[in-house]
């Protein structure tokens, strides 16, 4: 009797097991597919809102997943897919293997392919951005080269060579997407146009990312095995980073305290800081970011700002940063300052080497109000920084030599851009104006400037 008990409660016990795996078998399968084709075919706009919040879709712990692949396609900015377990690179066709996958039948392989760049909105950028292929099966090639960490795959394409968009497509997301979904791992990073002069540029970056070398997507032809894959950099937005959508709550702090990490300033001077760039201890340092004439926003009256600064009290240094200027010594010029003064531009991207409490004022041309509170603003006061903004008048814009003082574009910018940040309205804002700085009106912002920068260099030296 009891031996029949005991094998009828195992028939039930069986068929209620098998009962649960049917049902929870095909909402497995379908969360897959439905993660996978996700905004497939859709036309990608800039979104209504840079600010706005997105749940991040947290990386789940590779011991308990099945061997598969994943695809978040939810994002206004960017794509990702992963590899849970063991895969196989062939760099010759930009293809990683999933080895063994228990998801996919040889018959019927999964295949996923994205282009790992954070603006997957615009559609005249991402197709030059190489495609990067995930696939089931059925066989993998033979691997070469054995690693132990991880693979992050990226591209440096599309905006690279701008030193804004260098960080705000580039390093930034490289940061949030290591910190959510290899947190304290090492990992390997596989880049796709990984040039000469961006990996000699950016070594001390890439280096605190990655200990290992480079997989350079272009130009490898051996295959590397590694125990899994991301493919794709998260974005929160322009310039920025958000708290609450990242698993450890990272901030643009952190961010920040990276780049002193990768460039060694953990001491009060940088050793083989430039001699042309040393200054006396007794008045705060000010650098006056300038541009090159012919690009757009040049300050007309750059010698007269400068002379008027040093009246104020500041010990003034004028920065014109090159292409094949060595990032650490940009590093040691802008980390020993007390204070940063620029016309909206990218070489105001290195306000992210200002220590936290510095100065910063970026000066705004007309039209320029909105790209220069999301590209430099935000990430300011994110960071510290004392921001400081000087927007100028109609008087101090060469556009007014082009235009009617009441046309609408010199009247309200704002109207006249309306909604779009188009190639037209960019060329007027960006390329064809210039700046003269009305020096009676600016010496009240440098007053205070100084103010506050002097009280930084007695606080921090």
Same mark, same amino acid.
């Given at each position: 009797?009891?031996? &029949?008990?005991?094998?009828?409660? /195992? ?22 597919? &439905? ?8 036309? +990608?706009?800039? %979104?209504?809102?840079? =600010? ?5 879709? %947290? ?6 997943? /099945? ?79 054995? +690693? ?5 795959? $990226?591209? *440096? ?10 960080? =705000? ?15 304290n791992q090492d990992v390997v990073l596989v880049i796709s146009k990984a040039r000469d002069w961006w990996v000699s540029k950016y ?34 937005? $322009? ?5 609450? !959508? ?7 702090? +952190?961010?920040?305290? $990276? ?47 400068? !002379? ?30 007390? /204070? ?9 991207? +290195? ?8 100065? $910063? ?53 704002? *109207? ?23 020096l009676v009106r600016f010496r009240e912002y440098l007053k205070e400037m100084y103010k506050e920068a002097k009280k930084f260099m007695?606080?921090?030296?």
């Amino acid at each position: 009797m009891k031996k &029949r008990d005991s094998t009828c409660l /195992a028939i039930v016990v069986f068929f209620l097991v098998f009962q649960l795996y049917l049902y929870l078998s095909p909402v497995s399968r379908m969360n897959v597919l &439905r993660s996978t084709k996700t905004s497939q075919g859709r036309k +990608h706009r800039l %979104p209504k809102s840079i =600010n706005k919040r997105e749940t991040l879709t %947290p990386p789940f712990p590779q011991s308990t997943q /099945a061997k598969e692949i994943n695809c978040d396609r939810t994002h206004n900015f960017y794509d990702i897919c992963s590899i849970n377990g063991p895969t196989v690179l062939d760099p010759t066709t930009s293809t990683f293997f999933l080895m063994d996958p228990t998801i996919s039948t040889p018959q019927k392989p999964m295949v996923e392919k994205l282009r790992p760049y954070p603006r997957k909105w615009e559609s005249f950028t991402m197709p030059r951005v190489k495609e990067v292929a995930l696939i089931s099966g059925p066989s993998s090639p033979k691997c070469k080269i054995q +690693h132990k960490a991880p693979a992050l795959v $990226f591209s *440096a394409g599309g905006y690279t060579g701008n030193f804004f968009h260098d960080f =705000n497509d580039g390093f930034i997301p490289l940061f949030i997407t290591v910190n959510s979904v290899y947190p304290n791992q090492d990992v390997v990073l596989v880049i796709s146009k990984a040039r000469d002069w961006w990996v000699s540029k950016y070594t001390e970056i890439i280096h605190t990312f990655s200990k290992f070398p480079i997989i350079d997507l272009d130009n490898d032809n051996t295959t590397h095995c590694l125990p899994s894959a991301s493919v794709g950099m998260i974005s929160h937005g $322009f310039m920025t980073i958000d708290p609450k !959508l990242t698993p450890n709550s990272i901030t643009f702090t +952190h961010f920040r305290a $990276f780049l002193d990490k990768a460039y060694g300033q953990n001491q009060t001077q940088n050793q083989n800081y430039p001699s042309k760039f040393k200054h006396s201890k007794s008045r705060p340092i000010l650098v006056l970011a300038s541009r090159s004439v012919g690009v757009g926003r040049v300050l007309l009256n750059q010698n007269e700002v400068k !002379l008027e600064a040093e009246k104020i009290g500041f010990n003034v240094t004028v920065f014109e940063p090159r292409t094949t200027t060595p990032l650490k010594e940009s590093y040691a010029l802008i980390n020993s300052s007390h /204070a940063m003064i620029g016309i909206h531009g990218a070489a105001l991207t +290195h306000s992210l080497f200002l220590r936290p409490g510095s100065v $910063f004022v970026q000066v705004v041309p007309l039209g320029a109000e909105w790209v220069s509170q999301v590209c430099f603003e935000k990430s300011a006061k994110d960071m510290g920084l004392v921001y400081m903004e000087y927007r100028i008048k109609a008087e101090e814009s060469s556009l007014i030599e082009k235009y009617d003082k009441d046309d609408m574009m010199i009247k309200d910018p704002v *109207a006249y851009r309306g909604k779009s940040w188009s190639p037209e309205v960019m060329s007027i804002y960006l390329k064809e104006q210039n700046v003269k700085l009305d020096l009676v009106r600016f010496r009240e912002y440098l007053k205070e400037m100084y103010k506050e920068a002097k009280k930084f260099m007695d606080k921090e030296g």
